[in-house]
């Protein structure tokens, strides 16, 4: 991509410079890691977590991780040796991976410690950390707050694994606090993109930013991909049919993750041009799946949505948080 595009770099963002909108976010984190806290940031995808924790971790010496596929501690600690190995991260004294490949594999859980133990006072990024479910982590957790200087960030757009370790018997009551990390307002989005054609020398029509932020809301990664397009030398037309069949491609693959009254909920939601009222996304949501029997059900499968932050609540009505699940097609 070319240089002059870098604010619509659609990679997580090193520079903090880059990263638009966002300053009040990284202050606020910066404060929450440096109170000895561990921040945990929640969000919908194509937030802009990735790049808070990328710049974090690039600014003060740490690392970061995508543990998106990681399951378990075991995987974990040998990707946290492949980043030492990259020369990404130093330890405190002489080390032989090799050996701790080794160890890794028949004891993960003392040997991780051991790393962690020679990172000194480090901040560690653990990026979509929600799929990581191993039973010793808890343990592992509390072992490294209680005997360790390191310090973490975990990011994901679901609370449930947080709300499992904060509340087990190795974690509780230590200090974790949750930062939310929302959308942008629509003054926001649109100066955004302002930003960004401006500093990329974009000409560009009245009301066309508007209509992309009407169109993708005030999610940075749909933004950010409108104005790459842009950058690329393709029409207001072109980004934006370009980067809505991208939309529609990807809610359509999330969704396959959904339960059938999840995704039935989802469908009724996208129905309303504005939110909607709980007893309204039922009745909808029933003609789409029958099996609704009892209000508990349902109001059991709209909370795991909000959990997983694609529907947020706000006064009495319900909305979409990502406008992209209103292009799924029933």
């Known amino acids: 991509m ?3 595009c870098k604010l619509f ?3 997580p963002k090193r520079e903090r410079s880059l990263l638009y909108g966002r300053e009040d976010d990284l202050k606020e984190i910066e404060q929450i890691i440096d109170g000895g806290f ?6 919908p995808k194509r937030i802009g977590k990735t790049s808070l924790a990328t710049v974090l971790t690039q ?3 740490g690392i970061y991780i995508d543990v998106s ?3 378990t501690v075991k995987e974990l600690g040998l990707r946290l040796i492949d980043e030492i190995a990259g020369g990404r991260l130093k330890m405190e004294g002489e080390v032989d991976l090799k050996v701790f490949r080794l160890t890794m594999k028949r004891e993960p859980i003392l040997t991780f410690e051991k790393i962690i133990r020679k990172l000194g006072d480090r901040l560690i990024a653990l990026d979509e950390v929600q799929r990581l479910n191993d039973r010793m982590l808890p343990r592992i957790l509390s072992t490294l707050y209680n005997e360790t200087t ?10 449930g694994l947080i709300k499992t370790i904060a509340e087990s018997a190795e974690i509780r009551g230590k200090p974790i606090e949750e930062k939310e990390i929302r959308p942008f307002s629509r003054d926001t989005s649109v100066a955004f993109l302002e930003a960004g054609f401006r500093r990329g020398k974009i000409s560009y029509e009245p009301g066309q930013l508007e209509e992309a932020v009407d169109r993708f809301g005030g999610i940075p990664g749909w933004l950010t991909y409108y104005g790459a397009k842009r950058c690329s030398g393709k029409s207001h037309l072109e980004a934006m049919n370009e980067v809505t069949k991208l939309a529609k491609k990807t809610a359509t693959e999330e969704s396959k993750n959904f339960g059938a009254l999840q995704r039935a909920i989802v469908l009724s939601l996208a129905r309303f041009s504005g939110g909607a009222a709980w007893n309204e996304i039922k009745v909808l949501a029933s003609s789409k799946y029958e099996q609704i029997s009892k209000s508990s059900t349902f109001s059991e499968s709209l909370k795991s949505l909000q959990n997983l932050r694609i529907i947020e609540k706000r006064a009495e009505k319900y909305y979409l948080v990502d406008p992209a699940y209103k292009l799924l097609e029933s």
């Open 150 to 159: 390191i310090r973490l960030l975990f990011t994901g757009s679901a609370t």
């Open 59 to 61: 600014s003060r010496g």
């Open 38 to 43: 561990w921040a945990v940031l929640i969000g």
């Open 69 to 71: 596929s990681v399951l």
């Open 9 to 11: 770099d659609t990679r």
């Open 2 to 4: 070319m240089i002059r």
